[in-house]
């Protein structure tokens, strides 16, 4: 029997510099039909999981991941081919793909966001757990092409731009063969995630009205998909981007002189009235050109779930939010405040709380 090969280092494959072709797949992996018939789709859930097979998948040969390389037609040149800038830390630290910045060969100064999905490689070192790792690999991508497909209409603000599903052309490394994995190109959205903001500007100084004011707009977008049947399980702070434009000092939305977010982030006037803030009103010329972009930009952990007759609320939504923020460093001390200020509304909170139920493995 041959000697395995090894694996190759994870830094060798992917770093800064490393180029890979991308080629368009003979077939996308698509959502089970079951969905459609009002059960919800979790990709984590119904893949095989045991501890007890951890030795057996962490030595999983090089062959069997070339052996369940994706398919594409041969006979037809690379669309195009990527190289890797910088790799990105998103949403939770469990995660499946690798996340890198990119640009296209030849095009310096076009940034892109490239996930990679490599069974060889998955980025949490808990997913070696998976008795199936190819099947999680195509769940996932048929996940993501099937959550950014539902919400079309939300790409180029509220979602980074959807570029497609690939294939990527791993290149040969030592011994190891090339091997073709699914790369899923997306926008590049540059700017701060909130929890750099807050880490960079003292959170802790941050007024409430603009703690609530973020969780307000994050909420908003939560609203807007569940509405779609897009269940986001990663509320995370460091999932959400924000593009802040200075506006002058004379425009200042809070009256807290030591808040990072005085002259940054415009507030929303109906969390002013709730707690009885005042300020001039924003020209709405001023307002349109400074208006925030909040973007999410990690859409790996969701759940697609049949589209309610009556989805939760936004008032349901925003205590759902501050709920999940609830023990970040920023927030702590501000807790207390926040939840009398986004009060439960009714019972279709209910909805939201059965949903953050664990979904038990199959």
């Avoid at 069997?64 to 800038?85: G, Q, R, T, W």
């Avoid at 405040?337 to 059965?354: G, H, T, V, Y």
């Amino acid at each position: 029997m041959p000697p395995r090969i090894r694996i190759p280092p994870i830094d060798r494959v992917y770093h800064p510099g490393a180029k890979f072709s991308l080629f368009e797949p003979t077939t996308i992996p698509s959502v089970p039909d079951r969905l459609f018939n009002n059960d919800v789709f979790e990709p984590y859930s119904d893949v095989n999981f045991e501890q007890s097979d951890r030795a057996r998948i962490v030595d999983t040969p090089v062959e069997m991941c070339v052996e369940h390389d994706v398919a594409y037609d041969k006979s037809l040149p690379a669309l195009f081919s990527i190289v890797l800038n910088e790799k990105l830390s998103v949403g939770r630290q469990k995660h499946a793909a690798q996340v890198w910045s990119a640009h296209a060969a030849g095009k310096d100064d076009k940034l892109l966001a490239v996930r990679l999905y490599d069974p060889l490689y998955y980025a949490s070192p808990d997913m070696d757990n998976y008795t199936d790792r190819f099947a999680l690999r195509d769940r996932l991508v048929a996940t993501e092409h099937a959550v950014y497909t539902r919400l079309q209409h939300l790409q180029g603000e509220t979602l980074p731009r959807f570029r497609g599903v690939f294939v990527a052309e791993v290149p040969a490394c030592g011994k190891a063969p090339a091997r073709y994995i699914y790369a899923i190109v997306l926008e590049y959205v540059p700017g701060q995630d909130i929890r750099q903001l807050m880490e960079a500007g003292d959170g802790e100084k941050t007024c409430l009205l603009h703690k609530a004011a973020l969780i307000d707009a994050v909420a908003k977008i939560f609203h807007v998909i569940v509405q779609v049947g897009v269940h986001l399980d990663d509320t995370a702070d460091r999932n959400t981007i924000i593009q802040l434009e200075p506006i002058p000092a004379a425009q200042n939305f809070c009256s807290c002189i030591t808040c990072p977010l005085r002259n940054l982030l415009d507030i929303d006037h109906t969390l002013l009235q709730a707690t009885g803030e005042t300020r001039p009103a924003l020209p709405a010329s001023v307002a349109s050109k400074y208006a925030p972009r909040i973007v999410l930009i990690d859409m790996e952990h969701v759940r697609l779930i049949p589209v309610a007759k009556q989805p939760p609320n936004l008032a349901s939504c925003q205590r759902h939010v501050a709920g999940r923020w609830g023990n970040f460093p920023w927030m702590v001390d501000a807790f207390d405040e926040l939840k009398e200020l986004f009060p439960a509304s009714d019972i279709l909170e209910n909805q939201l709380a059965d949903l953050d139920e664990e979904p038990e493995n199959v």
